[in-house]
Nanobody, 127 residues
């Protein structure tokens, strides 16, 4: 079992920045590919960013490329999502997810691939 706890959400003006954190506990964090997803009211959960467990490969949704950066710190068992140049349309609950994966270069972009989820953190961007 892996427990995931997100933090760092909040209210920010358009153009501002936030850094989300996802702290993992339980099994070895190293062998988990990680992802960030978001869900706005009335919309389906959508992929934001993913990182392989070896941090060799990262992948981003088109709408965040150049603005968001995913990273991970194995010593802290934490994955981050740095969000810059935020827009009102980025308003959503952001979730992190973990997928057991022994290949250090593999990441996943489909939410159905993930085994564990956090409870989410609210991000609200005002115009």
């Amino acid at each position: 079992q892996v427990q995931l706890v997100e933090s760092g959400g909040g209210l920010v003006q358009a153009g501002g920045s936030l850094r989300l954190s996802c702290a993992a506990s339980g099994r070895t964090f190293s062998n988990y590919a990680m992802g960030w997803f978001r869900q706005a009211p009335g919309k389906e959960r959508e992929f934001v960013a993913a990182i392989s467990w070896g941090a060799i490969n990262m992948y981003y949704a088109d709408f965040v490329k150049g603005r968001f950066t995913i990273s991970r710190d194995h010593a802290k068992n934490t994955v981050y999502l740095q969000m810059n140049s935020l827009k009102p349309e980025d308003t959503a609950v952001y979730f992190c997810a973990a997928k057991l994966e022994y290949n250090n270069g593999i990441y996943y972009i489909d939410h159905s691939d993930y085994d564990y989820w956090g409870q989410g953190t609210q991000v609200t961007v005002s115009s």
